[in-house]
């Protein structure tokens, strides 16, 4: 499985960005998308997912800002991000993840920095 992300950039605070990250190659019907952010000196953080029936979860961080919604039949997820504040500098990856014989794989993309001045 190969996932590649677009969308990142550099946004004033207040601003909005649009992630999307497609997903290709064998991927498993049932299977969770989402979006994890890492900045310098900082471990890899969860920001949202999504399965493929729907199922959402968000970080506490972005609740009310973030939407993440995907496209099955592309095999895409989206991150629409609104009301950016600095601290939501960081680079993006893009994951995929599915259970596979009693254990969890995890796929992910190669990241896009995302930037918000103040």
């Known amino acids: 499985v190969q996932l590649q992300a677009f969308g990142g950039g550099l946004v004033h605070a207040g601003g909005f960005l649009r992630l999307s990250c497609a997903a290709s190659g064998s991927i498993v019907s049932f299977n969770r998308m989402g979006w994890y952010r890492q900045d310098p000196g900082n471990q890899r953080e969860l920001v949202a997912t999504?399965?493929?029936?729907?199922?959402?979860y968000y970080a506490d961080s972005v609740k009310g800002r973030f939407t993440i919604s995907r496209d099955n039949a592309k095999n895409t997820v989206y991150l629409q991000m609104n009301s950016l504040k600095p601290e939501d500098t960081a680079v993006y990856y893009c994951n995929l993840g599915h259970s596979y014989s009693g254990s969890y794989v995890n796929y992910w993309g190669q990241g896009t920095q995302v930037t918000v001045s103040s």
């Open positions: 999504i399965t493929s029936v729907g199922d959402t």
